[in-house]
């Protein structure tokens, strides 16, 4: 069976995921795409060079006859509308991370899943499927370093044109999804520390940060979050055990030993960092809704996340250690 899927928002992750499912993964196809405008989906599609269908909407997107399921990659405001219509019209969905800019929103998002009883939702947070992540949770759970005591994670980019608090929100999330995943545990506080803010950033922006997260199992996590670190994208993350260390391992690229230096190359964009995870999370979605089956990140994890992040936010601006308060987790996502 070939799954046909409706994209909406062809911007620029947008585009790779259309890419992905036509022309690098097996059972699936975009039939439908659309954006803020006709002119818009339809030029996305050329560009892409795939036989699918314009619309003017999303929600004409979801509501077609020919879209088996859809893929929200629009810009993250719209997520909540998109990935609410796509639950009342029973189609599973794929959304881009945030999904939703508020946890309330979030809230909404599990109320209707749960009311739909059927699994439909699955949250883009593709670190889950990095080959990287998951050689450190066999590790982790095999008992390779004993109980783990303390994380240590930078999330670093070259450039990102953010103001704000964007960082906490639409950057760090990834870590506050995955060291949940990968520890299986839960946050109870959140405390931001500043340092002084790099001379190479423009406007509003605090940058770099320090976030100190809590765990309900005892452990202390730390997150660098470097937007404008220039000199690449890197991801890093240490964990420190009873009985060892283990780090997240790194991309592999050719050693040169050149001018009296001796280096590694450091990738410069998350696209090229994560090619291979988005490629993983696509295929495992594609086969598991073909199958009717859920799979990965859920709107629970994407409702935990948002309220990480406001904690974040908060205490970034209280400078203090504040809450992290969930809800009771509903036993449909248990
Ligand atoms: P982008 O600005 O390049 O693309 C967003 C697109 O959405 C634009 O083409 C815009 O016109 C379109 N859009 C806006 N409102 C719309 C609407 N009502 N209906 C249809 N289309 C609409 O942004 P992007 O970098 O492609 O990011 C899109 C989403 O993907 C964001 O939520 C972002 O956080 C997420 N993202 C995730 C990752 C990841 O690592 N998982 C990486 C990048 C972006
Ligand atoms: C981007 O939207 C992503 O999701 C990337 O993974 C992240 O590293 C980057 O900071 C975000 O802007």
């Avoid at 062809?10 to 659309?34: C, D, F, P």
């Avoid at 009311?115 to 982790?140: E, I, P, T």
Wanted: proline share 4%; glycine share 8%.
């Amino acid at each position: 069976m070939t799954l046909s899927i409706g994209i909406i928002g062809t911007g620029a992750i947008g585009k790779e995921h259309m890419r992905r499912l036509n022309h690098t993964l097996k059972g699936a196809r975009v039939v439908a795409a659309s954006d803020v405008g006709l002119e818009q989906a339809q030029a996305a599609i050329d560009e892409v060079g795939i036989e699918a269908r314009a619309y003017a909407s999303g929600h004409d997107v979801i509501n077609a006859a020919e879209v088996d399921a859809v893929v929200v990659t629009s810009w993250g405001p719209t997520h909540e509308e998109f990935v609410l219509a796509a639950i009342e019209a029973g189609k599973p969905v794929f959304c881009e991370k945030p999904l939703a800019t508020t946890a309330e929103g979030c809230l909404r998002i599990v109320e209707a899943e749960i009311a739909s009883g059927r699994a439909l939702v699955q949250v883009g947070f593709m670190r889950r499927f990095d080959w990287a992540y998951r050689q450190l949770k066999a590790l982790l759970d095999e008992g390779g370093i004993g109980q783990p005591l303390i994380a240590k994670c930078a999330h670093r980019n070259a450039q990102a044109n953010f103001s704000g608090d964007a960082g906490l929100i639409d950057s760090c999330v990834h870590e506050f999804d995955v060291m949940r995943w990968l520890l299986e545990d839960d946050y109870v506080s959140a405390q931001v520390i500043q340092p002084r803010v790099s001379s190479l950033v423009e406007g509003d922006l605090q940058d770099p940060s320090l976030i100190i997260l809590r765990t309900r199992k005892g452990m202390v996590i730390t997150i660098e979050s470097f937007l404008n670190c220039q000199y690449g994208y890197d991801i890093r993350c240490e964990l420190v055990g009873e009985s060892g260390v283990a780090d997240l391992p790194q991309p592999a690229s050719v050693p040169l030993r050149h001018s009296a230096r001796d280096s590694l190359g450091v990738i410069t964009h998350w696209k090229d960092r994560f090619i291979d995870a988005f490629d993983v999370e696509f295929q495992e979605w594609v086969d598991a809704t073909a199958k009717g089956e859920r799979h990965g990140p859920t709107a629970w994890d994407g409702y935990v996340a948002a309220v990480t992040s406001d904690a974040c936010v908060k205490a970034r601006h209280s400078q203090q250690v504040e809450p992290i308060a969930l809800a009771e987790r509903p036993a449909f996502y248990r």
